[in-house]
């Protein structure tokens, strides 16, 4: 939003770009995001840097320059499908700094019951986070910052799994039965009421 675009994915694995305020697409401003073959299966942007993310069947999600398309970064679901993904400001006070099992951030007790920052006019104290929803009723965590922290240690494309500084996983949607699939297949941000989901068991 903070660039006036809007960025679409088509059934054709392309993204594309086009102006807010006249509905009309950039020139040239699109690009195949997945594989041949493979179906872009969820999309968000994140909230800070604005890069464009990208959920394919090939079980990754690649990261997209927002002015550009250009592709900046690639993460490995290890074998899991990004069913879903949302991105949202969370408040620092919220979260405890500490050095719990080998990650530097790591969630408080009120971890997702805040209030909800978008429409603020100072955004200082919160940080940009990724979230997405796999096929085994899990959703994963990832600090903006440290995936742009990432990227910057790399001159070309990097390839990362959840050894990401920061990276949590909750498992917050259980199937009524032992070994039951879970789909998480949409995840949305509430204000004042924290994350939300849909699921197909």
Same mark, same amino acid.
Not at 36 to 62: H, N
Not at 68 to 87: A, I, K, N, Y
Not at 149 to 167: A, I, K, M, N
């Given at each position: ?8 994915? @088509? ?17 040239? =401003? ?7 073959? =493979? ?13 464009? +993310?990208?959920?394919?069947?090939? $079980? ?39 050095? @719990? ?17 978008? $429409? +603020?006019?100072?955004? =200082? @104290? ?23 922290? $990432? ?19 909750? =498992?917050? $949607? ?11 297949? +949409? ?13 197909? +068991?």
């Amino acid at each position: 939003p903070k660039l006036g675009l809007v960025c679409t994915a @088509g059934n054709d694995g392309y993204l594309r770009l086009w102006h807010a305020s006249t509905g009309l697409t950039v020139g040239g =401003k699109h690009v195949r995001a997945v594989p041949p073959t =493979k179906t872009i299966m969820s999309l968000t942007v994140l909230m800070q840097s604005s890069m464009i +993310a990208v959920g394919s069947d090939d $079980f990754k999600i690649r990261f997209f320059d927002p002015y550009s398309l250009r592709h900046e970064l690639t993460f490995d679901c290890e074998g899991q499908w990004p069913f879903s993904m949302v991105s949202f400001l969370f408040p620092d006070d919220q979260i405890d700094q500490g050095l @719990g099992n080998g990650n530097w951030l790591q969630p408080s007790d009120d971890a997702l019951l805040f209030d909800d920052p978008i $429409f +603020a006019t100072d955004k =200082k @104290g919160y940080s940009g986070w990724v979230c997405w929803g796999d096929g085994d009723g899990e959703v994963h965590f990832m600090p903006e910052k440290a995936i742009l922290t $990432f990227r910057t240690q790399h001159e070309v494309v990097p390839f990362f799994r959840s050894g990401v500084g920061g990276l949590w996983d909750l =498992k917050i $949607f259980r199937g009524m039965e032992h070994a039951t699939s879970i789909w998480v297949t +949409a995840l949305l941000f509430l204000p004042d009421i924290g994350l939300a989901g849909c699921t197909i +068991a």
